[in-house]
T-cell receptor, first 112, second 115 residues
C-alpha cells in the first residue's frame, strides 16, 4: 500500500464546475496535510494546508480533512482552464518525522 | 527574488561523469529538502538537511549520491558516476522550521539529462 494515494486521473471538468480531488494516506499519526499544484515542467506550488478535521476555505479552494477515515480532499469551485495542472497531495507527521510524503498527483483538465 | 534558487536549470552529463546540483533556500529558511521526480510520477523524498547536518537521508540511494549543506553557501546534491537512470527533475525545497506544520516551498528544479 502506498503511503499517500491519489487517483492519477485525468479528471476532466467543464469550466465553471466544481473539481473534486481526493487523497488517502496510510500513516495514522500524520498531522499535517498539504495540496500543491504543479504545472507541466514547473515546480510544485503550495496552495492549501490543513491540520485539523473539517473544512478550510481559501478563495475558490476548500480543503477537507477526515483523520478517522485518513482522507483529505481538495475542492475547486468555479474551475477555470488555468486550473488545469497536476495536484499533489502531501502528508507530514511529527514528532521525529520531518519527511513530507507526496502522492503521485492527479491531473486535472478544465475544458473551456 | 527571495524564493528558493536552484541552479543550473538544465544539466547534461555523459554516463560516468559527476553532476552537482545547487540550492539556495529562501531567506530565513534553514531547512532544505531534496526530491527527485521522474516523468509522470510524484516527488520522491531523498534527503533533509539543516546547516552542516544531515537529518534524514533515508531516501538517498546508498551509492553515488551525497548531499551537504555547509555553514556558508548553498546546499549541494552530488551524483557521482551518473547513469541513464539518474535522468530526472531534482527539486529542492526549504522551510523556516522543523515542525510538520512548516510547509515546504520549492525551487524551479534542475532537469538532469544523462547521455
Amino acid at each position: 500500500q502506498k503511503e499517500v494515494e491519489q487517483n492519477s486521473g485525468p479528471l476532466s471538468v467543464p469550466e465553471g464546475a466544481i473539481a473534486s480531488l481526493n487523497c488517502t494516506y496510510s500513516d495514522r499519526v500524520s498531522q499535517s496535510f498539504f495540496w500543491y499544484r504543479q504545472y507541466s515542467g514547473k515546480s510544485p506550488e503550495l496552495i492549501m494546508s490543513i491540520y485539523s478535521n473539517g473544512d478550510k476555505e481559501d478563495g475558490r479552494f476548500t480543503a477537507q480533512l477526515n483523520k478517522a477515515s485518513q482522507y483529505v480532499s481538495l475542492l475547486i469551485r468555479d474551475s477555470q482552464p488555468s486550473d488545469s495542472a497536476t495536484y499533489l497531495c502531501a502528508v507530514a507527521r511529527d514528532p521525529g518525522g520531518f519527511k513530507t510524503i507526496f502522492g503521485a498527483g492527479t491531473r486535472l483538465f478544465v475544458k473551456a | 527574488n527571495a524564493g528558493v534558487m536552484q541552479n543550473p536549470r538544465h544539466l547534461v552529463r555523459r554516463r560516468g561523469q559527476e553532476a552537482r546540483l545547487r540550492c539556495s533556500p529562501m531567506k530565513g529558511h534553514s531547512h532544505v529538502y531534496w526530491y527527485r521526480q521522474l516523468p509522470e510520477e510524484g516527488l520522491k523524498f531523498m534527503v533533509y538537511l539543516q546547516k552542516e547536518n544531515i537529518i534524514d537521508e533515508s531516501g538517498m540511494p546508498k551509492e553515488r549520491f551525497s548531499a551537504e549543506f555547509p555553514k556558508e553557501g548553498p546546499s549541494i546534491l552530488r551524483i557521482q558516476q551518473v547513469v541513464r537512470g539518474d535522468s530526472a527533475a531534482y527539486f529542492c525545497a526549504s522551510s523556516p522550521g522543523a515542525g510538520s506544520n512548516q510547509p515546504q516551498h520549492f525551487g524551479d528544479g534542475t532537469r538532469l539529462s544523462i547521455l
